[in-house]
């Protein structure tokens, strides 16, 4: 069955340090997205991608960035992880349809910062 | 700035009521609306989504759109505790056939109790 999976499930890192999160989806959706949930703030945007080699800011892309070098993936780098980065962190994927654009998300990491 | 609004609850009915979860949205634009389930620890799953003004009925869940007042509503019949998460509503805006990003609420907290 297709599916979008996220590793790590669980990260924790330091302050300072770079840190790569794996986003794989095997239905060859064009669109790819990255976002945080907080406490009080729900889902925030962070990047996204409508395809192969475009990447797009999103509502918090401060700190973050992306690649799309293929249509599986898209890893979301912290160049410089910082305490206010502790979120757990969603990947999400859709087909670009004229009248639907579901989106599917993958199970979530868990990143802490100290 | 879009904004989607929903009260954060937690909104709590006996089993076999009927659940009411309200939404409302800053921008005229948007075409397109979802209703997400997230259960605590888990990612969002989409259960609903409705284009058109009006009611879309799905098993014991109706949507209900009123674009006019700019308000969306998601009904639960007859409350199951295994319904007790956190529902997100999102709007979409399109862009001539082009989907624009999804904008979430903040959630609001369902809890049904036995």
């Known amino acids: 069955d297709a599916e979008i999976t996220q590793s790590p499930r669980h990260k924790i890192t330091e302050t300072g340090r770079q840190v790569t999160l794996a986003c794989h989806q095997t239905w060859n959706h064009n669109n790819m997205f990255w976002y945080r949930q907080d406490l009080g703030h729900g889902l925030r945007l962070i990047h996204y991608?409508?395809?192969?080699?475009?990447?797009n800011k999103g509502e918090v892309s401060d700190g973050y960035s992306v690649s799309r070098s293929n249509t599986e993936d898209l890893p979301l780098t912290l160049e410089s992880a910082a305490s206010s980065q502790t979120s757990v962190y969603f990947c999400?994927?859709?087909?670009?349809?004229?009248?639907?654009?579901?989106?599917?998300f993958g199970p979530g990491t868990r990143l802490t910062v100290l | 700035q879009k904004e989607v609004e929903q009260n954060s609850g937690p909104l709590s009915v006996p089993e076999g009521a009927i659940a009411s979860l309200n939404c409302t949205y800053s921008d005229r634009g948007s075409q397109s609306f979802f209703w997400y389930r997230q259960y605590s620890g888990k990612s969002p799953e989409l259960i609903m989504s409705?284009?058109?003004?009006g009611d879309k009925e799905d098993g014991r869940f109706t949507a209900q759109l009123n674009k006019a007042s700019q308000y969306v509503s998601l009904l639960i019949r007859d409350s199951q505790p295994s319904d007790s998460a956190t529902y997100l509503c999102?709007?979409?805006?399109?862009?001539?056939?082009?989907?624009?990003?999804?904008?979430f609420g903040k959630g609001t907290k369902l809890s049904v109790k036995p």
């Open positions: 999400a994927s859709s087909d670009r349809g004229i009248s639907t654009d579901t989106q599917y």
């Open positions: 999102a709007s979409q805006m399109n862009y001539g056939g082009s989907q624009g990003n999804l904008i």
């Open positions: 991608s409508y395809g192969v080699q475009d990447t």
């Open positions: 409705i284009y058109s003004n």
